[in-house]
């Protein structure tokens, strides 16, 4: 019976987490959506790899080359967009780049030669990039404090929904030319730009008070809520004088958490193809099946993390993962190698489902939130760029006694090596440079700090903590460091 009385009100309290006003609701959806979408568009060239080297007449491994340049791109489109939508307010700057993606997808549809190709997928990659960072922190500041969790982790892995749709769509159309996945993609931008352009702006700090849904905005412009009120470059210098040590390590994690999520599933539909020997229609529902763990994941591991811990909760979800890679890689049968994939990428998605309220917590400063996500989350894409590569040549070195490529070898040994590296990172995760009022600094202030009243509350339930601003501190002297104020765990 308290089993039973437990389950029900962990329910209950997930259902009240999700509690939120309707236009917050539709900024989460919309948000969702251009990640999921862009996702999408980014897939589709490996989905169509073969396709494309035989309409341009060259290797496939110079076709996968491509797909490496556009994530070695995407960096750059975190700074132009993060930086604009750290200045400008959240609206405008992702409408422009939902324009840049529908416009570079399109004509990823209309190349004719190799060099087209690559100058297409860059300027992809530089659209592509700017998406996160910016999204993830127009989520996250306009939901409630309680659905931050549920939603953060749904949100991340969007991209996980944008496989699983360029999946079913190359399925679905592949009596068509390779080209039309490219342009279906390209328009499916159009109801994603239209949703928010008429979705309305909001309060960052009306939304961050516990017990309070949010509002939309009044007289406070969209560039002042987000700090756009002081230079960019102030605000920066700010953040590396005093934790240059937090960009190094969210890079270091980022990279751990996409080496592991890139080197366990870019490979893993042509390792059933071709070593294991899987039709279309098994590999498709394998791959249906990895990444719903993956989304279910991040949406339970996001959920406890809100609530008890967010380093600790993505480490066990790490941890979780581990014991789960044989029957991930080494089962012949469809049905055990979907449940091993669907319980490694559960406990990867509940992980990496607490990225995104990890990434708004930790920065430096509250006025460059879109800026420092989107940068640390592409840079570690960057440096896992080379996981896929990796693990194909490996394969291709080292095959089977028939001279099939050793897939299951390669990528056993890879996510294996990440699983323990990326358990270490969150091990060391500075704690205490988690801040949970971050929405309620001023993003606007060179130096950060929390209102009088929250300092004086907050000191009344911590005796123990140093006061963060006033007589004799540093930050009266102008030598503040951030306001860090522990998260639990």
Known sequence: MTARNSLTGGLQSFATALHMKPFQALIWFTCWSAWTIASLQFYLLPFTLSNIAKYLNVKQSRIS??????????????????????????????????????????????????????GVRLLFGIAYGGVYGLMMATVLESVP???????????QQGFAAGYLLASGFHLAMSQYKWQALFWLGAGLTVPVFILRLLTPSFS???A?????????????SSAAAVGGNLSFMKKLKFALRYHWGVFLYMIALTACFNTMGHGSFDLYP????????????????????????????????????????LKWVAFCSAVFSGPWLPLYALPRSWNLLALGAFFMQFGYGGAIGNLGNILQQICPHPGIRA??????????NAISSIAPTIETKLGERFPLADGTPDYAGTQLILVGIMVGLLCICLGLMPSKSLNQNW???????????????VVHEEELKDSARKPTYGEGSEAASGEAVHVENSSKG
Not at 145 to 155: D, E, N, P, S
Not at 281 to 288: A, F, G, H, P, Y
Not at 289 to 299: F, P, V
Not at 371 to 380: E, I, P, S
Request: net charge negative.
């Open 65 to 118: 080359e491509v797909n490496t340049y556009t994530m070695l791109s995407r960096s750059l489109g975190a700074v132009i967009f993060g930086v604009l939508s750290d200045q400008y307010g959240r609206k405008i700057p992702l409408l422009i780049d939902l324009v840049c993606l529908g416009v570079f997808s399109l004509c990823s549809g209309f190349i004719h030669t190799y060099s087209q190709l690559i």
């Open 145 to 155: 404090r309680k659905a931050r969790g549920i939603v953060g982790g749904f949100t």
């Open 204 to 206: 960052v700090t009306a």
């Open 208 to 220: 961050a008070v516990e017990g309070e849904d949010g509002g939309e905005l009044g007289h406070v």
């Open 270 to 309: 042509t390792f059933l193809v071709t070593q294991r020997k899987l039709t279309i229609k098994e590999e498709t529902w394998v791959t249906i099946i990895l990444q719903s763990g993956g989304i279910s994941g991040a949406i339970v591991g996001g959920y406890l993390g809100g609530r008890f811990s």
């Open 371 to 380: 800026a420092f996500g989107g940068v640390a989350y592409n840079l570690g």
């Open 439 to 453: 929405d309620i600094e001023d993003p606007n202030a060179e130096i950060p700090h929390l209102p009088e009243d």
